[in-house]
């Protein structure tokens, strides 16, 4: 049986693939945010914890140089 992912864990699973597609870490995303957004908050995004105001998503994707989408 396959286990069903939440909208949130698709989120944060994107999320990851992007930092690491940049090779960044959470903390360098923060810094580049200027601590707008903490390490720590990251972390909860992208493990499906916490969904990212579309505010946050934005921001977190130009540092990325990403989609939002």
């Known amino acids: 049986m396959h286990k069903v992912q939440s909208r949130d864990q698709v989120m944060g699973e994107r999320l990851r693939t992007a930092r690491d597609h ?3 870490t959470r903390e360098d995303v923060s810094a580049r945010l200027d601590g707008s957004i903490s390490p720590s908050r ?3 995004y992208e493990q499906g914890i916490r969904r990212p105001a579309l505010e946050d998503v934005e921001a977190i994707a130009r540092v990325l140089n990403a989609s939002p989408a």
């Open 42 to 44: 990251l972390a909860n």
């Open 22 to 24: 940049a090779r960044l």
